[in-house]
């Protein structure tokens, strides 16, 4: 008896959902190896060696900024309405970006994408726990990793090709297609469609986040002003995640925490490794792009492989043994710019740090978006680790970039420091998973 539409329907959707997902995370590889590998150029081309911070942490406070209002969005505009004004607003952020002449206004254009890519993102993530069963996100999770592969690759080179023979400000729209293609895909896959548990989150505690993150941006080195920045961050953390994860209570909470340390730690030291290797090292842009690539392309090879072992035991090891990788590889840096590096070392660190983290990544995220007798919801759990691992990512990057932005390499060892012992400090939460 054949198949009646509506049946194949709900088998096709969610394949395209899945697809979707796959898509987006190769336009998050892609987008993430073009600033990267930009960053020391745009920094240059505006005159904004000392403003590091402001250029690299637009596009997460965007994210922060939108994520209190990405249910509100969705209610009164409905998914395509939602996804048509996150597209305009993703489009237009990047061409202003594109098209700026300061630090200011490049930082205006990044945060109204992170703005676009936050309402996109939390609708994407709660439909994919709803739509796809757990067998089939398994096999999501393993295809996104190796999503990283082909940009870690050619990534960084052909950004600087694109780079020398168009200039920076075409290549930085390079990532548009990818985004608009994963972002209809999944729209497609939905329909009409809202996901069923999410309530609006608190508006006024969530964009403590954004705030004091925009706080130790702006301190300009004043560092009263980024220590209240700071402490405003966590303090905003702190009411927005599940009871439990500043203790790091045992279980998803202290999953939670040690996510959150891990993104101030890796994704710090990610975002200014470019920076790190040309103005610290003294490297070429060459150089630095094989180097950018290695750690990528280990955690995503890494992933894939781990995602084949079968033994429980040997699998509940994999988050602090990588964790502590991650944490010794950073520490490895600290050292060769106090006392100069050569490029095999430099490129076997952040190698090993990439293998570090695709050992951990993948259990440390299953544990700390499984419920077990937690009580939490399926889109709790979803906000949560969002939460934690952007609000890591925002604040390593917006601490890391103020520090940096020192005119010697001082702040440089300054920020690598902190993100090693960021990174330790993770795998030692990883402990009570």
Known sequence: MPMSRGHVMRR????????????IEFAAAVTGFVASTLLPVVASALEAKDELGLLIAGTTLGLFV???????????????????????????????AATARTAWMFAFGQLCAGIASGLLGVFGISAAIQHLDERLRIRVVAVSSAMWIVPALVGPA???????????????VLPVPFVLIGRLLVARAVGEATPADAAPRPLGRTLLIPLGAACVVLSAGWWPLAIVGAGTTVVGMITVLPEGTARLRPGTPAALGAMMLFGIGYFGADSLITVLLTDGFGMGLGRAAIILSAASLGWAVTSLLVAQVKSPQVK???P????????LATAVLVVELAVGGSFTVLLIAWAVGGIGVGLAYPGLYVRATTAGSSG???????TAVITAECTG?????????????ASDTGGLVASYALFALALAAAACAATRT
């Open 393 to 405: 990512q925002l604040l390593g990057r917006a601490i890391g970039g103020a520090l940096s932005s």
């Open 12 to 23: 096709a959707r969610p394949l395209v959902l899945a697809v979707g997902i796959v898509a």
């Open 376 to 382: 939490f919801t399926a889109t709790e759990l979803a």
């Open 316 to 318: 509940r090891r994999f």
């Open 320 to 327: 602090v043994i990588g964790l502590s990788m991650a944490a």
């Open 66 to 96: 939108a994520l209190p209002l990405a249910s509100r969005v969705l209610d009164r505009l409905g998914p395509r309405g939602t996804l048509a004004a996150g597209m305009l607003a993703y489009v237009g952020g990047l061409a202003l």
């Open 158 to 172: 052909a950004t600087l090709g694109l780079e020398h023979l168009v200039g920076w400000r075409w290549t930085s």
